[in-house]
């Protein structure tokens, strides 16, 4: 198969509804509404780095602590009797004391914006505005372990939230945000990983994940996906899978 066919390939093979149940937007399936869908998706963005059978448990915590009503068990700051300020390990590098600092910087997003789609709807127009406004707002609040404190890096998490928020017409992601969002605005989620399978099909020449390849990348896949760029996402999931 040609770079092309095998695009299209893994991606039709690898969006479906099968996809969630081992991926972290599995979660956000789990909730009804609006709200509940986008704060138990942020926080799961967030978690998501490491083993899937080690951050999963810390992302089902959180929905179970909340009985499924993760907007207002932020918005209402009852996630303080769950995750206390203190300096016990939540998951890795993140402590309570860590996750409890970033709750709260989310509670007062929520209290100034009601929630995270109308910030976001506010404060940016495409995808990298939406990146820019999610890292600004947390760096404004000294968040930088949980949040990237600016676009510098690849900003793997905040892209993948954002890909869940804006794709439509998926069995996977929500499209929440697709009428003010363009989906052919939004940037690769861009790991190690992803980066060496982009190198291998030849959609990138780059040694390190960083927002400059991210974007580079983008730009390759949406010759590919015009219209839904991040479609490639699945696409180069399946390949890593079967290579």
Known sequence: MNIKETLYHYADIYETKDFLTSDPSWFMHQVCGNENQETIAFIA????????????????????????????????????????????????LFTNHAMNKFLHALKDLIAEHESIGQYVSHHSSDGFSAITAISNY????DIEAVVPKDTTSACKRVC????????????????LWSHYIDKR????????????????????????????????????????????????????FGYGVNH
């Open 45 to 92: 963005s967030c978690l998501s780095y490491g083993n899937r059978k080690q951050f999963f448990p810390k992302i089902q915590y959180i929905l179970d602590c909340s009985s499924h009503q993760v907007y207002e068990w932020v918005a209402s700051g009852k996630f303080e009797r769950d995750i206390p300020d203190n300096s016990n390990c939540y998951y890795r």
């Open 138 to 141: 947390f760096s404004s609040k």
């Open 160 to 175: 993948m939230f954002l890909r869940w928020m804006v794709r439509d017409n998926s069995p996977v992601d929500l499209g």
């Open 185 to 236: 605005s939004l940037i690769m989620p861009l790991d190690t990983h992803v980066m060496h399978e982009a190198v291998h099909l030849g959609l990138s020449d780059c040694k390190s994940p960083s927002m400059a390849a991210a974007k580079k990348i983008t730009s390759k896949l949406s010759k590919y996906f015009p219209d839904d760029p991040l479609k490639g996402d699945f696409a180069l």
